[in-house]
């Protein structure tokens, strides 16, 4: 089978993943009435997915060691699967919980096993394009697949929306298990190793900010649905996920092109994280006039897709991108992106519990973007040394949940955007 096949397996199994992963905040009212819980109860299904997302890569690094990718991969898909059928028949809370987990760990898994394979498959040449692919089926998913899975879920049911993306992590189960050549490549970090780069100040930093833009981005876009509803009278989100998603493209591929015009990551890593306090600080006002809406969804699609991209060159200017410590460093970035998401829907949760009319919810993520910009201008003197040096030009975290595959990719001449 070509290499290109090949990775078009990886990139169904990764558009299923981010279907599941963000098709989860259009369903929470229909998911809360069914189950008989509150829509800020609900949310906590999906800090239970990006948490154990968060974890999964680097607590079962020593069994991604001894295993080959080709068998993480279907053990994966499995466990994704099943693990998405289960929310679609649970008639608990609990069950609910516990399948989004097993969801999350599942997903946590296959990502960067997934961009381990797809690097492996084609020539050193081709990487950056294979990589490119992983991302874009992850993207596709929140463009195509989030719509796709909201109108079914208007004409059938939260569970029909489920059983679709159960159908397709199984259509990408079966291909990888039958098709996908057989590859192995590095693990994913160990925590061990991952914790130790904390150490490092300038890492530490790089990673601290992350994790405040996804506390705001990620954990707000899990009550986006409630928000709309509240700030602009919005009564279907499917046009308006839409619109974030797209968003979210074009950041991807502007990003890297921005961070090799300028050779300034570290400003461009400020300016989208104040851009993204700015337009979440506009959502409460949406309502305002017709349409108002749609710029700061976009913008905040954009920026908050876009973010990754100079916080990763920031690591890997730093670590040698071909070394333990630069694999670590980029796993570290990408486990605190889906922990910042599992602690701002928590977060949000509590706020929404607590009484906070979901309109206003927007200012506190605002607030805490605006702190990552704090921290980052508090901080720059102390790494701007290391940031200014010559380093290589990484652009998407294809994983989400960190690995090797990272810094195999930054070897590559070819652009890493889909």
């Not at 028949?89 to 394979?117: D, K, N």
């Not at 693990?187 to 530490?204: E, M, N, W």
């Not at 509240?230 to 308006?240: D, S």
Request: proline share 6%; hydrophobic share 55%; with cysteine.
């Amino acid at each position: 089978m070509g290499g290109t096949r090949a990775v078009a397996l990886l990139a169904l199994g990764s558009f299923a993943v981010g279907t599941d992963a963000y098709a989860m905040a259009g369903l929470l009212p229909a998911i809360g009435a069914d189950l008989d819980v509150s829509v800020s109860l609900a949310g906590q299904s999906v800090t239970a997915f990006t948490l154990c997302y968060a974890l999964a890569a680097p607590l079962f690094s020593a069994v991604l060691a001894r295993w080959g990718t080709r068998t993480v991969l279907v053990t994966a898909l499995l466990v994704f699967a099943v693990a998405n059928a289960g929310t679609a028949v649970t008639g608990s809370y609990a069950g609910l919980l516990g399948s989004r987990a097993l969801a999350g760990a599942g997903a946590g898994l296959f990502t960067p096993a997934a961009a381990t394979a797809a690097v492996a498959l084609v020539p050193p040449e081709r990487r950056g394009r294979a990589l490119g692919m992983v991302l874009g089926g992850m993207s596709a998913g929140t463009v195509l697949g989030v719509p796709l899975g909201l109108l079914v879920a208007a004409g059938s049911g939260w569970r029909a929306a489920l059983w679709l993306i159960t159908g397709l992590g199984l259509v990408a189960l079966l291909g990888v298990a039958t098709a996908l050549p057989a590859v192995r490549g590095a693990a994913a970090p160990a925590l061990r190793a991952r914790l130790g780069a904390l150490a490092r100040p300038g890492v530490a930093v790089v990673v601290a900010v992350t994790f405040t833009q996804t506390v705001a981005s990620l954990g707000l876009y899990t009550y986006l649905e409630p928000v709309l509803r509240q700030a602009a009278g919005v009564t279907g989100a499917v046009p308006y996920l839409w619109v974030w998603g797209i968003g979210g493209v074009c950041g991807s591929l502007l990003a890297g092109a921005l961070v090799d015009r300028t050779g300034r990551p570290a400003l461009l890593a400020v300016t989208l994280l104040g851009t993204l306090g700015g337009s979440l600080a506009l959502l409460p006002w949406a309502g305002a006039a017709p349409g108002l809406v749609l710029l700061p969804l976009l913008l905040w699609g954009a920026v908050g897709w876009a973010f990754v991209v100079p916080q990763q060159h920031r690591l890997l200017a730093q670590e040698d991108p071909g070394s333990a410590a630069g694999a670590a460093a980029v796993g570290l970035n990408s486990s605190a992106t889906y922990l910042g998401g599992a602690v701002g829907s928590a977060l949000g949760g509590l706020a929404l519990a607590q009484g906070l009319d979901a309109r206003w919810l927007p200012l506190p993520a605002a607030g805490v973007a605006l702190a990552g910009v704090l921290l980052h201008l508090a901080a720059a003197p102390r790494v701007a040394r290391r940031d200014s040096g010559p380093g290589p030009h990484p652009t998407n975290d294809v994983t989400h949940g960190g690995g090797a595959a990272d810094a195999t990719a930054a070897k590559s001449p070819e652009r890493n955007t889909p």
